[in-house]
Nanobody, 128 residues
Framework: EVRFVESGGGLVQAGGSLRLSCAAS????????IGWFRQGPGEEEREGVS?????????YYLSSVKGRFTISSNDAKNTVYLQMDSLKPEDTGVYFC????????????????????WGKGTAVTVSP
């Protein structure tokens, strides 16, 4: 059974940092791209924040988080991380991780490319 457990969220002041973890089970990270998605307050859709192709290390970042967020993976732990620095109130939301469809060597960091059911996510609140 494929499962994701997100953790590391919390309440932080603007300018602060958090490190999110996504512990995956039921498959090997080596074979897929993994993404972090954010669902803002009152929003139904999840926005792709950052994704990584764990086999080749290719990375994608939403323009608004470039230079502030860093995605990484630890294949031995089957875990993907999102280091979030210089946080802003607009980063507030529930953060989810997901396994993405891979087309040969390509993948897309968008919600509808997620392969599995969504987990519970981890809430991030950034106060002004």
């Amino acid at each position: 059974e494929v499962r994701f457990v997100e953790s590391g969220g919390g309440l932080v002041q603007a300018g602060g940092s958090l490190r999110l973890s996504c512990a995956a089970s039921g498959f090997s990270l080596d074979d897929y791209a993994i993404g972090w998605f954010r669902q803002g307050p009152g929003e139904e859709e999840r926005e792709g924040v950052s994704c990584i192709g764990t086999s080749d290390g290719a990375k994608y970042y939403l323009s608004s988080v470039k230079g502030r967020f860093t995605i990484s993976s630890n294949d031995a732990k089957n875990t993907v991380y999102l280091q979030m620095d210089s946080l802003k109130p607009e980063d507030t939301g529930v953060y989810f991780c997901a396994r993405l469809t891979v087309y040969h060597d390509s993948w897309y960091c968008v919600e509808n490319e997620a392969l599995d059911a969504w987990g519970k996510g981890t809430a991030v609140t950034v106060s002004p």
